[in-house]
């Protein structure tokens, strides 16, 4: 069952970006003053605060795992509390956590929470956003969602992301609705790749390696929730599931099938979108993707329903099958309520218009083979002639509420997924001003193209705009943008 490199993608870009969508738009607190002659009233008229939440504590450090089926021996990872993926943070939409992470491994770490508005501070970008938690120290994060959703964790640190996070270290916080729909089984599915000798001992690390200036660290093993693929389910015939599907792979951009059942996705990137079929039961799947799924399973019993990576001959990540007394079907595939905070329009006759070149690489020889010659393996990306900070000016600097349409030009001979930090964006039609449908924070840009997103930056502080191939974040490809 090991993982070939992904085929170079063949798709049309409506094919490649059918159904994506997410955001995070900052809303500021209104705080009311105090009525008159507030001294005056009884203790037992003044309201009550809200209890502070008590902090939970997460450790980070070595562990075991048996990333492949018995009798394989286990493995030497990193983990969460000692299981890879790290525990399911759960919390209702509004509620505060506290989470305090202790260091107990060997390198730097930090723990960005990808689709999570929020303040700037609370980022998670280790050397950046926040200092690196150097090993035996700890960092606690106070993290109040605004909105629902599904999120990815995992560690992002500037220079060194990829060792961390290739030794097992991710995990999903999951922001529940205040009003969820019915459904009679909620699971997440973390997908994670694993580069793995017959020995099965996670490969050495080398941030300068030629894989590191190509694809990325493309694993020879995958794991789904950090067990061996197909994770199995029974449910009654009938049964809805509502899947929350999470690539937390280092580098491998794959491609989802759904197979035996009509899938209706309800939310991208962890926000709510209208609800749509995927274009050819197919969704694109990079790094740091996010999709919440619903499945309403056949009426027949002994039934299977497939997840499918479209890796090789294809790689069953979930298989459902149907057994016992059938459900009553439920009616249409519920919508999620839209998220109110997020731009209808954006005016872009007012918007500032911004420009990301991303170059460097592997070059593509006419043989289709990957030539090397003459590239800096410290550097091989630029982005705008730099590496991330660069020069230490920001891509463009802002008041908060200013329009933003920005282009982002891939010079490479690979395909760019780019997350922006703290933001949401439409992805623009190439011929025209219209957009997508869909919200993001997270676009794949075909090798060899161009395309503009549009956002509005309204939510303060210093931002990223980083690769989610963390072997190329660590080499320098990233740039950040600051909203005053």
């Given at each position: 069952?090991?993982?070939?490199?992904?085929?170079?993608p063949s798709?049309?870009?409506?094919?490649?970006?059918?159904?994506?969508?997410?955001?995070?738009?900052?809303?500021?607190?209104?705080?009311?003053?105090?009525?008159a002659?507030?001294?005056?009233?009884?203790?037992?008229?003044?309201?009550?605060?809200?209890q502070?939440?008590?902090?939970?504590?997460?450790?980070?450090?070595p562990a075991?795992a048996r990333?492949?089926?018995a009798?394989?021996?286990?493995?030497?990872?990193?983990?969460?509390?000692g299981?890879?993926?790290?525990?399911?943070?759960?919390?209702k939409?509004?509620?505060t956590?506290?989470?305090?992470?202790?260091n107990?491994?060997?390198a730097?770490?930090?723990?960005?929470?990808?689709?999570?508005?929020?303040?700037?501070?609370?980022?998670?970008?280790?050397?950046?956003?926040q200092?690196?938690i150097?090993?035996?120290?700890?960092?606690?994060?106070?993290?109040?969602?605004?909105?629902?959703?599904?999120?990815?964790?995992?560690?992002?640190?500037?220079?060194?992301?990829s060792?961390?996070?290739?030794?097992?270290?991710?995990?999903?916080?999951?922001?529940?609705?205040?009003?969820p729909?019915?459904?009679?089984?909620?699971?997440?599915?973390?997908?994670?790749?694993?580069l793995?000798?017959?020995d099965?001992?996670?490969?050495p690390?080398?941030?300068?390696?030629t894989?590191?200036?190509?694809?990325?660290?493309?694993?020879?093993?995958?794991?789904?929730?950090?067990?061996?693929?197909p994770?199995?389910?029974?449910?009654?015939?009938?049964?809805?599931?509502?899947?929350?599907?999470?690539?937390?792979?280092?580098?491998?951009i794959?491609?989802?099938?759904?197979?035996?059942?009509k899938a209706?996705?309800?939310?991208?990137?962890g926000?709510?979108?209208?609800t749509?079929?995927?274009?050819?039961?197919?969704?694109?799947?990079a790094?740091?993707?996010?999709?919440?799924v619903?499945?309403?399973?056949?009426?027949?019993?002994?039934?299977?329903?497939?997840?499918?990576?479209?890796?090789?001959p294809?790689?069953?990540?979930?298989?459902i099958?149907?057994?016992?007394?059938?459900?009553?079907?439920?009616?249409?595939?519920?919508a999620?309520?839209?998220?109110?905070?997020?731009?209808?329009?954006?005016?872009?006759q007012?918007?500032l218009?911004?420009?990301?070149v991303?170059?460097?690489?592997?070059?593509?020889t006419?043989?289709?083979t990957?030539?090397?010659?003459?590239?800096?393996?410290?550097?091989?990306?630029?982005?705008?002639?730099?590496?991330?900070?660069?020069?230490?000016?920001?891509?463009?600097?802002?008041?908060?509420?200013?329009?933003?349409?920005?282009a982002?030009?891939?010079r490479?001979?690979?395909?760019?997924?780019l997350h922006?930090?703290?933001?949401?964006?439409?992805?623009?039609?190439?011929?025209?001003?219209?957009?997508?449908n869909?919200?993001l924070?997270?676009?794949?840009?075909?090798?060899?193209?161009?395309?503009h997103i549009?956002?509005?930056?309204?939510?303060?502080?210093?931002?990223?705009?980083s690769?989610t191939?963390l072997?190329?974040?660590?080499?320098?490809?990233?740039?950040?943008?600051e909203?005053?």
């Amino acid at each position: 069952m090991t993982c070939p490199p992904p085929d170079r993608p063949s798709a049309t870009r409506r094919q490649l970006l059918a159904g994506l969508g997410t955001a995070p738009l900052a809303a500021s607190a209104l705080l009311a003053a105090p009525p008159a002659h507030a001294e005056s009233r009884k203790p037992a008229d003044v309201p009550q605060q809200p209890q502070e939440p008590p902090a939970r504590t997460l450790i980070a450090g070595p562990a075991k795992a048996r990333l492949r089926p018995a009798p394989a021996p286990e493995s030497e990872i990193w983990a969460f509390d000692g299981a890879t993926p790290g525990p399911i943070l759960r919390i209702k939409q509004g509620e505060t956590l506290r989470l305090k992470l202790e260091n107990r491994t060997t390198a730097p770490l930090a723990l960005h929470w990808q689709g999570l508005r929020g303040e700037a501070s609370q980022d998670g970008v280790g050397g950046f956003s926040q200092p690196p938690i150097v090993p035996g120290e700890s960092f606690e994060y106070r993290l109040t969602p605004p909105d629902s959703g599904t999120i990815l964790y995992r560690p992002l640190v500037v220079g060194g992301s990829s060792e961390p996070a290739g030794r097992g270290l991710s995990g999903l916080l999951v922001v529940a609705e205040r009003a969820p729909p019915a459904v009679d089984l909620d699971l997440p599915v973390l997908v994670t790749d694993w580069l793995i000798g017959d020995d099965q001992a996670i490969q050495p690390f080398d941030p300068r390696s030629t894989g590191s200036a190509a694809a990325g660290r493309l694993g020879s093993w995958l794991t789904v929730n950090g067990k061996p693929p197909p994770q199995p389910v029974r449910l009654p015939p009938g049964a809805r599931v509502r899947l929350r599907l999470a690539n937390g792979c280092n580098a491998r951009i794959m491609r989802l099938r759904f197979d035996g059942a009509k899938a209706a996705v309800v939310a991208v990137d962890g926000q709510p979108t209208e609800t749509f079929e995927p274009v050819h039961a197919q969704l694109p799947f990079a790094p740091g993707s996010r999709y919440d799924v619903v499945l309403d399973l056949p009426i027949e019993a002994g039934v299977s329903v497939n997840v499918t990576a479209l890796i090789g001959p294809g790689l069953p990540l979930v298989r459902i099958v149907t057994e016992g007394a059938a459900r009553v079907p439920q009616a249409a595939a519920p919508a999620l309520a839209l998220n109110p905070a997020l731009p209808a329009a954006v005016r872009m006759q007012d918007a500032l218009r911004p420009e990301m070149v991303i170059e460097g690489g592997a070059r593509l020889t006419p043989e289709r083979t990957l030539d090397y010659a003459g590239l800096d393996l410290a550097r091989p990306w630029l982005v705008n002639g730099g590496i991330g900070a660069g020069d230490g000016k920001p891509l463009f600097s802002v008041k908060r509420g200013t329009p933003i349409v920005m282009a982002i030009d891939n010079r490479t001979a690979f395909i760019q997924p780019l997350h922006v930090h703290g933001h949401a964006f439409r992805l623009l039609h190439p011929l025209d001003d219209g957009w997508e449908n869909y919200f993001l924070d997270t676009v794949q840009v075909p090798e060899g193209k161009k395309r503009h997103i549009a956002f509005i930056a309204d939510n303060p502080g210093r931002w990223l705009i980083s690769s989610t191939v963390l072997e190329r974040f660590d080499l320098g490809l990233w740039s950040w943008f600051e909203v005053l």
